[in-house]
């Protein structure tokens, strides 16, 4: 990483430390390391994704994968890191209410706005938010209002 933008707890034993690398072209990354000897949890760096939160010993990650594609529609890929074992979950991509958001109307950044209180996943899509359970992110989430 070239410049580190924040550090934060990530679990008991763990921290999450996050940044970016300039250049040609500007890149994030995040590690999740253990805070006694700062090893990293899990095999490799994370690209261009956000640490949404830690439930129990799962570090829930949101990939950006269709971040900025205005003729796509995919605004959440999550998969979790063990916290025990540095293992990673196969990832899901969330696309709630497809019909009412076509893929060639989306904004650039859709899903920059996601974020995880508990064990609920809220997926901003313009002015509606959609609530996941996060332990089980096949069932059909709860459509909100976005204040």
Same mark, same amino acid.
């Given at each position: ?25 500007m890149s994030s990354a995040l590690a ?8 990293p949890v899990g095999p490799k760096l994370i690209e261009d994704s956000t ?8 570090? /829930? ?53 996601? /974020?995880?209180?508990?064990? /609920? ?10 609530? /996941? ?15």
């Amino acid at each position: 990483m070239g410049h580190v933008f924040s550090i934060f707890a990530a679990g008991r034993s763990d921290i999450a430390v996050s940044g970016y690398n300039g250049g040609a072209f500007m890149s994030s990354a995040l590690a999740i390391l253990r805070a006694d000897n700062l090893r990293p949890v899990g095999p490799k760096l994370i690209e261009d994704s956000t640490l949404l939160g830690v439930v129990g010993d799962r570090a /829930y990650i949101d990939d950006w994968c269709c971040f900025g594609r205005p003729d796509e529609y995919g605004p959440a890929t999550i998969y979790y890191i063990s916290l025990k074992t540095g293992s990673e979950s196969p990832s899901v991509d969330l696309a709630p209410d497809p019909q009412a958001h076509p893929p060639n109307s989306q904004p650039l950044g859709q899903g920059e706005h996601n /974020y995880l209180i508990g064990r /609920y996943l809220y997926v901003v899509v313009g002015s509606v938010t959609y609530r /996941y359970n996060i332990m089980n992110l096949t069932r059909k989430p709860m459509r909100m209002h976005t204040p």
